[in-house]
């Protein structure tokens, strides 16, 4: 696997730093989540796979162990506001000292410095800011933020694990040393959506300034999404006019009808989805189910390429199949805090008597040992 032997460490948070982390832990890099003791709630579903130690962040012995994790790992990922790893003494500047070759990647909303840096917000406000938010939303309505994909998960953790992997390559072939990422979300979300800003001047993509009114935004009628006969939904995207005769076709549209989306909403209500499906199969018309999340893992085209796995609860995980990695001996399992925290402390070089210790003073939290006492 891509970066089997590569240490990570994870600092325990939401959305975009865990997704950053697991895209690391899915190339084979073994990615430690660094949780705080005493830390009971746990809502991080991106941990498959990783490994957990609860450490007291408030103590001197606590901080030391970080940096002494850090001295022996590759990448470091923290998502907390500007001036929260300084004030604990686990800043890039502090940990530069103890390993001078770690990647120190920093996953926030506004950055280290401008005059948001110290603001709260969440993905709404992040694209808010980037511009991306007023491209989104039907027309003559409100904007509307798609979940929290754009900047969480794409703008955040997506860009700052390409950011590690170039980082990671540039150590490599160039010996960089104390390298900082200092990755916005605002910026993520912005530079991923750079074809909003480049695309302005090509010919029938845009129609103005109003959202909802354009091409690939719901202001043409063969490029939507319709309900059908039994209240699922087929989307269409039959741009090219190779596609929309196909799609015309299919339908059985009549010639002397004008398309627009109250005909296609018409002729799409008299058949259900599978219907539909079983219909365009023949076709090339670029029309097809809207899958719901229980039926994409079990769809034949998907499970032919093993996009999903199938995880021992019955749940699914889709997969990194692209990179044709064997999953076979891989460990998907979620782990509890402080799950591994012996484990990792043995790894790094702590004597059994030294966990002890730790474990007695609050220093660390090892959940086996919690289980044990109950």
Not at 17 to 33: E, H, S
Not at 154 to 171: K, N, P, Q, W, Y
Not at 224 to 236: L, N, S
Not at 283 to 295: I, Q
Request: hydrophobic letters at 35%; proline letters at 5%.
């Amino acid at each position: 696997m891509a970066l089997k032997g590569i240490k990570v460490l994870e600092f325990a948070g939401l959305a975009p730093g865990p997704f950053c982390g697991k895209i690391l832990k899915d190339l084979g890099a073994r990615v430690i989540r660094i949780d705080r003791a005493g830390s009971s709630d746990d809502i991080d579903r991106l941990s498959h796979g990783k490994e957990s130690i609860a450490i007291n962040l408030k103590s001197p012995k606590g901080i030391e162990i970080v940096k002494n994790l850090s001295k022996n790992a590759d990448v470091l990922i923290e998502p907390f506001r500007k001036g929260v790893m300084e004030r604990l003494g686990l800043g890039p500047d502090q940990i530069f000292k103890v390993n001078p070759c770690l990647i120190y990647a920093r996953l926030t909303g506004y950055g280290q410095y401008g005059e948001l840096s110290q603001k709260a917000g969440h993905d709404i406000n992040y694209i808010s800011y980037s511009g991306v938010l007023s491209c989104l939303g039907r027309f003559s309505e409100k904007p509307y933020a798609p979940i929290n994909l754009i900047a969480d998960f794409a703008g955040g953790g997506l860009m700052c694990a390409l950011a590690i992997v170039t980082s990671l390559f540039e150590r490599q072939t160039k010996g960089i040393n104390e390298k900082v990422i200092d990755l916005s979300m605002v910026e993520g979300a912005a530079y991923l959506s750079s074809w909003l800003w480049t695309s302005r001047d090509i010919p029938g993509v845009w129609s103005g300034t109003e959202r909802g009114n354009n091409l690939l935004d719901g202001g043409f009628a063969p490029y939507e999404t319709y309900k059908t006969k039994d209240g699922k939904y087929v989307a269409c995207g039959s741009l090219e006019p190779a596609f929309y005769n196909q799609l015309l076709e299919g339908l059985q549209f009549p010639e002397d009808k004008v398309v627009t989306k109250e005909a296609l909403e018409e002729i799409f209500k008299t058949k259900t989805r599978h219907e539909w499906e079983e219909i365009f199969k023949k076709l090339d018309a670029c029309v097809s189910p809207v899958l719901e999340l229980d039926e994409a893992p079990i769809h034949p085209h998907n499970k032919e390429r093993t996009s999903f796995l199938q995880m021992s609860d019955g749940s699914c995980l889709p997969s990194m199949n692209w990179l044709n990695q064997s999953t076979k001996n891989q460990n998907f399992e979620i782990p509890m805090i402080g799950q591994h925290t012996t484990k990792i402390l043995n790894d790094f070089g702590y004597t059994d008597q030294d966990i002890e210790v730790f474990l007695k003073e609050g220093v660390c939290q090892d959940s086996k040992n919690l289980k044990s006492k109950l």
